[in-house]
């Protein structure tokens, strides 16, 4: 148990669905991640939220748009997702500071695109 | 390009060995380093970290070398477990921005008893 909770766990949805994924954190923590897992590469960041401030991949397709309501939530809306969108996407937390390292990782959910 | 990278993909040992997985990064400007451990079905978790103005740090049954003329990073595991099992992550992150670390590719390790 990290103390980061992602929801759902798997989710499968069509090309013309709409979906959320959900990730809450309970450890107090001020900057918020998603990131991409695919098979065999590197973990790609997303987007990241911190102290208010908003950071983003570009190359990140604009069928993905992030939403971080207050610092213990973060959303990940998906709209018109293609089959290479399948994935685990991994959202992650860390106390923002100066002094502060890792992240703690959610178990991630795992998305399946038909 | 700058990149974080792993040698080996998979690394096979016996139970009780000591393990040693390797990192490459190329940005000289990277400053903190931390592995990940992931095991099948969870998400990442921090195993240890080390900062550019150390080249060695200890933990429990696990030492990260730093070696920053060559830009390489090792992770030594000691008496390897089954437990151990798993894939292992380098990330560098690089001093002067936003806190946006960069992930390696991974490697798998897995132990037979």
């Known amino acids: 148990e990290t103390g980061v909770t992602q929801t759902p766990r798997h989710l499968v949805m069509g090309m013309t669905n709409k979906k959320s994924l959900k990730c809450e954190q309970h450890?107090?923590?001020?900057?918020m991640y998603w990131y991409k897992q695919s098979a065999k590469k590197p973990l790609e960041l997303m987007f990241v939220y911190s102290l208010e401030e908003r950071v983003e991949n570009n190359s990140v397709p604009s069928r993905f748009s992030p939403e971080c309501p207050n610092s213990s939530h973060l959303f990940l809306h998906l709209h018109t997702l293609q089959p290479e969108d399948s994935a685990l996407y991994l959202c992650a937390s860390r106390k923002a500071g100066p002094n502060t390292g890792e992240l703690f990782f959610g178990e991630g959910s795992r998305l399946t695109v038909l | 390009g700058e990149s974080v990278g792993l040698h080996l993909p998979t690394l096979s040992v016996q139970e009780g060995d000591n393990s040693i997985i390797n990192c490459a990064y190329s940005n000289s400007a990277s400053d903190y380093f931390i592995w990940y451990k992931q095991e099948s079905g969870k998400g990442p978790q921090f195993i240890i970290d080390?900062?550019?103005?150390?080249d060695k740090r200890q933990g429990q049954r696990v030492t990260v070398l730093l070696n920053k003329t060559v830009k390489h990073l090792s992770l030594q595991i000691a008496a390897t477990q089954p437990g151990d099992s798993a894939v292992y992550f380098c990330?560098?992150?690089?001093?002067?921005?936003?806190?946006?670390?960069?992930f390696g590719r991974g490697t798998s390790l897995i132990v037979h008893p």
């Open positions: 080390i900062r550019s103005n150390m």
């Open positions: 450890l107090g923590h001020n900057a």
């Open positions: 990330a560098e992150n690089i001093r002067g921005g936003s806190y946006i670390p960069t």
